[in-house]
């Protein structure tokens, strides 16, 4: 209880905390007790070849390229979804019984279709930017079927006494009650996205973080390894803090009945 | 005499539940309101008074009968609260109105929310977030308002205060009012009238003039006249029904 109360409080400091605690032990540990193993490179090795993995890894534009595939989907599919919110919103009210299938189909068969789409695109980005796309817009679509009939039936009633057409009340009413719940698709899904977009460029080979991986394990280079994984996860931290501070801002308010 | 704004005539309201069995929820439901009348409809829970609040608010459609209103501008704030999270007071209260500025400027101050047109109903109280609904609807300029029991959630302090203000704005207004409650005291501190149901199907068994001043104030809750008609409705129900109401301290 105590645990769960300062993890609520202190979210962030504590993970800086225990991330200070892990260099702090690997810098001590890898440096001066062990620094000759097969385990973990020295730190000072890890700080020397920072600038190889810019050069010999060409880390700026392969970097910029997966975080641009993602967090540019995001946006786009975000605005699409607006689009066709109304059509999936209907679709969703008749045929709720898919809502099982969408389940499924969003966190299994993406794996088969990275092996797919490396087939049917080869070595093209837009196999990427596609696969990418459609995992976030099915993501999407799922959690519309899925609160399609968790409206606040409070909403729909003023809005109805109001005189809002069918139209209106989906675009003023029903679309600004999901906004919240479809923000927190890429929240809830950002490691998870970030994972398939890294096996994919992982198994493609075209460029991106992906690639860098591939080529790192290829060479047994665990220095460049360790810097990528130390790279990735400060991307996710900031990220997701920056993430937080959109919800916190555009999408502040709850209101779907869980 | 004043004129019907309202007729139900005839109205029931039945529905099969998941077992199959046919469920009557309302039976021969007949009453009409006429202008500028603050009706309450007095019930106990699950009589089906939602229901007929949301038929009389063409929110629902009846198993037979006839609802008479003559395009009437009919607005229905339900239990729960139904501002809009994500808009602001202000932007809450104008939402779908013909209002200008000042005309909501002035709904705002008669709900009692000026100074709080910036913020933002979430995480505020509900008695905060009923004068928003409130607001709403008279910015929307209704003939026939229809409240379902807004006031469950609050405090008894916040409850009076809202009392007031609800019966100050009828008195203001005149606006006509039906109002669902289960609560004996507030039916008789709001209402003109009362029409009393039953339920296991909701009928009204018995209307009820009450007989206080158009000008209501607290202190009217201690005065005999008042007592007299809370223990003439508790004999009814006593008398008619085994079925209890639950009420709230005076």
Redesign the interface.
């Known amino acids: 209880m105590f645990v769960n109360n300062l993890l609520k409080r202190n979210n962030y400091n504590l993970i800086l905390s225990f991330l200070s605690a892990i260099i702090f032990v690997y810098i001590i540990l890898f440096e001066f007790i062990l620094p000759i193993n097969q385990i973990l490179p020295r730190p000072s090795i890890l700080i020397e070849s920072i600038p190889s993995i810019f050069k010999d890894y060409s880390f700026v534009n392969n970097y910029f390229f997966t975080l641009s595939i993602i967090y540019l989907n995001f946006i786009v599919s975000y605005f699409l979804i607006k689009v066709f919110f109304p059509l999936i919103f209907s679709i969703s009210i008749q045929f709720k019984k898919l809502e099982q299938l969408f389940l499924f189909t969003n966190y299994f068969l993406p794996i088969f279709f990275i092996f797919l789409f490396n087939i049917w695109f080869d070595n093209s980005i837009w196999g990427e930017i596609i696969f990418i796309f459609a995992l976030v817009m099915g993501l999407l679509k799922t959690e519309i079927f899925c609160y399609s009939k968790k409206v606040?039936?409070?909403?729909i009633?003023?809005a109805?006494?109001?005189?809002?057409t069918q139209k209106e009340l989906i675009n003023k009413?029903i679309w600004?009650s999901f906004?919240p719940q479809l923000y927190k698709v890429f929240t809830k899904n950002h490691f998870l996205i970030w994972t398939y977009t890294l096996f994919y460029e992982f198994i493609n080979k075209s460029g991106g973080l992906g690639k860098q991986f591939y080529l790192s394990t290829k060479y047994d280079d665990l220095v460049v390894i360790i810097l990528l994984v130390t790279f990735l996860i400060l991307t996710l931290f900031v990220f997701n803090f920056l993430m937080k501070k959109i919800k916190i801002k555009f999408f502040?308010?709850?209101?779907l009945d869980e | 005499m004043s004129e019907n704004i309202l007729k139900v005539e005839n109205l029931s309201k039945e529905y099969t539940d998941q077992v199959g069995y046919i469920i009557h929820l309302l039976e021969n439901i007949s009453f009409s309101i006429n202008e500028k009348e603050f009706v309450s409809i007095l019930a106990p829970q699950c009589s089906g008074k939602t229901s007929l609040l949301?038929i009389i608010?063409?929110?629902e459609k009846p198993s037979t009968g006839k609802i008479f209103s003559e395009n009437k501008k009919?607005?229905?704030?339900?239990?729960?609260?139904?501002s809009?999270?994500?808009l602001n007071v202000f932007d809450n209260i104008s939402?779908?109105s013909k209002m200008n500025e000042k005309e909501i400027s002035e709904i705002i101050k008669l709900v009692g929310l000026t100074g709080y047109e910036d913020h933002?109903p979430?995480k505020k109280s509900e008695g905060f977030r009923f004068r928003i609904?409130l607001g709403?609807?008279l910015a929307?300029n209704p003939d026939l308002l229809i409240i379902d029991e807004p006031f469950n959630n609050l405090y008894d302090k916040t409850r009076e205060e809202i009392y007031l203000l609800l019966r100050n704005i009828f008195n203001l207004k005149k606006i006509s009012i039906v109002f669902g409650t289960t609560n004996i005291t507030e039916a008789i501190f709001l209402s003109d009238k009362i029409y009393l149901m039953k339920k296991n199907p909701g009928e009204i068994i018995e209307k009820l003039k009450v007989d206080l001043l158009e000008k209501r104030e607290l202190s009217l809750l201690e005065s005999d006249q008042f007592q007299s008609s809370r223990n003439q409705i508790e004999d009814i129900f006593k008398n008619k029904l085994e079925s209890k109401l639950y009420h709230f301290s005076v």
């Open positions: 606040k039936e409070e909403y009633f003023s109805k006494s109001l005189g809002l009413v600004k906004q502040f308010w709850e209101n | 949301k608010a063409g929110l009919i607005f229905f704030i339900p239990s729960k609260p139904s809009f999270p994500w939402f779908n933002f979430h609904s709403r609807a929307n």
